[in-house]
């Protein structure tokens, strides 16, 4: 490989961190669904309360892998219907005969609110907005960052069903590098609470391609939750596309620990 070679594929690398890191960081309940799933919920943490997630994640496709040991997620509750986020990833980036780069990855600073609540006796959902912006602290050229800012612009929707909670929603990011395009974010998943200890669920996902030459990206998620406490828990998750698997998302894997208090 030459050396524009090597600098395309770690570009592109890159990307496909901003993505991963994204979507597998973005939300923040354990109740409900967010980590260890792509798709996030409309929790937020109660006024003067904090959420600490550290995570390990792992992603292999064609050419590569990338990944973060750890990401921290710190979430605080400003009122009971807003909620600040700051997450910061130590990213790994591997090229298949160019070799491994760690570093700080892209920062990602946003706000989640929640402007309509559910009916418990009806069918009226939860809705959230949760804007994003993504700073360029990681280093584009070994695969670390995208290089510029982006961001996020998301609708969730919840609606639990006991033991069952339905979750969803999507939107729009915004890429503004010469080769990137903007893309779109979908997911729709449910959680079945088994008891108090033990949840598990399921959800799609679908990605508009994020670069020119990228493909779109359609995936299964599965995970599960384990309160040990109402303060600790841990969460698991794989994940494979159904599309373009090769190309996107041959095999990934989230590992967290939540504290909450």
């Given at each position: 490989m030459n050396a524009?070679?090597?600098?395309?594929?770690?570009?592109?690398?890159?990307?496909?961190t901003i993505m991963s890191v994204l979507a597998g960081a973005l939300g923040s309940s354990v109740a409900e669904a967010g980590p260890p799933f792509l798709t996030d919920d409309t929790d937020t943490q109660e006024a003067g309360h904090f959420e600490i997630n550290i995570a390990a994640q792992y992603i292999r496709f064609k050419g590569g892998s990338n990944g973060a040991i750890p990401s921290v997620e710190v979430n605080y509750?400003?009122?009971d219907n807003l909620q600040i986020t700051i997450l910061t990833p130590l990213s790994v980036a591997h090229v298949d005969g160019a070799g491994t780069h760690v570093g700080l990855g892209d920062t990602r600073l946003s706000f989640k609110f929640r402007f309509v609540e559910a009916d418990d006796q009806g069918w009226k959902p939860n809705l959230a907005i949760a804007p994003t912006i993504i700073l360029p602290s990681g280093n584009a050229s070994r695969g670390l960052g995208d290089g510029q800012i982006t961001g996020f612009v998301p609708l969730w929707v919840t609606k639990e069903f006991k033991p069952w909670t339905v979750f969803g929603g999507g939107g729009y990011n915004i890429n503004t590098g010469t080769d990137d395009l903007n893309w779109w974010f979908f997911g729709a998943g449910v959680l079945r609470e088994l008891d108090p200890k033990w949840t598990v669920g399921a959800e799609i996902f679908h990605s508009t391609p994020t670069g020119r030459g990228l493909k779109e990206s359609t995936g299964l998620n599965v995970g599960v939750i384990y309160n040990i406490s109402d303060t600790h828990h841990l969460m698991l998750a794989v994940s494979r596309n159904l599309v373009n698997a090769r190309e996107n998302n041959e095999f990934s894997t989230y590992l967290g620990y939540q504290l909450t208090f």
């Open positions: 524009f070679g090597r600098a395309a594929t770690w570009h592109r690398i890159g990307l496909c509750g400003v009122t």
